[in-house]
């Protein structure tokens, strides 16, 4: 099916053919139409699958009608958990948009104020926010939100995982209540069901994949290791198998300096990226990891939906995440676009109950590998889902 075929403008169908999108995915055909019909919208989608696109496109059509935009005000809000994240939504929408005539932003913490409430004097069509920046300036009163049409929660399981749930509630009782409201989640939690209660309003819910699943075109595999190696066995599997680039999450911006430093002394260039750096020096390290100027980038959990590189390979869990569904999100970087991505996770003894919970969460036991020079001295279990009883009866 093309894209025109969904009811989308020629300028924009003309944008997506120069970005070479040939055909719309899954998660794009249920959701555009739905939302060019102005009906609120709950969406389960999983990391890679074309999500951003599927209520960027639409948005752009609605709101591409001649309109006399007032000083200070926006027609459309999108919400977003991490300052990555939003610069990323709002680069789409300037690339998807770029034959209209609509203004876009994103606005973030973590920078001066001042060149974003400048921007906002004229009046912003689509704005992209994280709500901690965006309550700071409408209690500044930058912008206001009497003329806003519509609303979109991005990755908004990941925002109640951040403690926005307040900030949301805030921003939500500022908001006309005749609005269309979007909500996209990678998991439909508890949590997530009963923010779009209050959000949503007659809402058609969308689902293209089972919770259950991951992304199919990722390998998948672990090495069990003593904490005290882990360093060392990166930088082996590194050089031995001549890796051309990773993403490497670790929990701790710490353990993210101190891994930078390890690799260094072994003669491997990295990077490292987490919330103590700044926005300035964020955006520079994510522009060189996606230009290949940097190799190898050491990132916390909290970029891992806010990195999008569309040609990544490789995504290391250098430590085990607390969270399956975050583990879901971090190798859900690599294997995008239908490319094949590889996922390998360090798994030592003290990370087992994270690991059963994963293997839980996929539904299937992850492939083990053994590197020679890396025996553990502690031996990570077998996992709960390869458990025979001992007492099995016979079949006869």
């Known amino acids: 099916m093309p894209f025109s075929k969904l009811g989308l403008c020629d300028s924009i169908v003309k944008a997506l053919a120069e970005l070479d999108y040939k055909s719309p995915t899954a998660i794009q055909v249920k959701a555009v139409p739905v939302i060019l019909s102005g009906k609120d ?8 699958t074309g999500k951003t696109a599927s209520f ?17 005000r926006i027609r459309a809000l ?8 939003a610069v990323q939504v709002e680069a789409s929408i300037r690339q998807y948009g770029k034959y209209l005539n609509l203004s876009s932003m994103a606005m973030y913490g973590g920078v001066d104020s001042a060149p974003q409430i400048q921007q906002l004097i004229w009046g912003v069509d689509i704005l992209v926010a994280t709500p901690g920046r965006l309550l700071d300036l409408a209690h500044q009163r930058a912008l206001h939100f009497d003329e806003l049409k519509v609303l979109v929660l991005d990755e908004a399981d990941r925002m109640l995982d951040m403690g926005f749930i307040d900030d949301i509630n805030k921003i939500i009782d500022r908001l006309p209540t005749e609005r269309q409201n979007l909500l996209f989640s990678a998991t439909i939690s508890d949590d997530v069901r009963t923010l779009a209660k209050r959000t949503l309003h007659d809402a058609v819910e969308i689902s293209t994949t089972p919770d259950s699943s991951s992304a199919p075109k990722i390998t998948q595999w672990l090495i069990t290791v003593d904490k005290g190696n882990k360093s060392a066995l990166l930088s082996h599997l590194i050089k031995e198998q ?15 300096a101190k891994l930078v430093s390890q690799l260094e002394k072994r003669g491997i260039k990295a990077e490292s990226i987490h919330s103590g750096r ?20 050491v990132a916390t959990g909290i970029a891992a939906r806010g990195i999008d590189i569309g040609e990544l390979t ?3 869990n250098y430590d085990l995440p607390d969270k399956a569904d975050d583990y879901i999100h971090r190798i859900g970087r690599t294997g995008r676009a239908g490319l094949m991505g590889e996922a390998i996770s360090f798994v030592s003894k003290d990370n087992f109950r994270n690991l059963c919970a994963i293997e839980s969460r996929l539904g299937h036991i992850i492939e083990r590998k053994e590197i020679e020079g890396f025996a553990v001295k502690k031996v990570v279990p077998v996992s709960i889902l390869n458990y025979v009883p001992k007492n099995k009866p016979q079949r006869r």
Not at 59 to 65: D, P, T
Not at 278 to 295: D, P, V, Y
């Open 41 to 48: 919208v709950i969406a389960g989608a999983q990391t890679g």
């Open 56 to 72: 960027v496109l639409p948005l752009l059509q609605s709101l591409n009608k001649p309109r006399k935009l007032r000083g200070k």
């Open 78 to 85: 999108i919400l977003t958990p991490t300052r990555e994240l």
């Open 242 to 256: 001549e890796w051309q680039q990773a993403l490497i999450f670790i929990e701790t911006k710490h353990g993210a």
């Open 278 to 297: 700044t926005q300035a020096i964020r955006e520079q390290i994510l522009s060189e990891f996606k230009s290949g100027a940097i190799k190898f980038l």
């Open 314 to 316: 490789r995504v290391v």
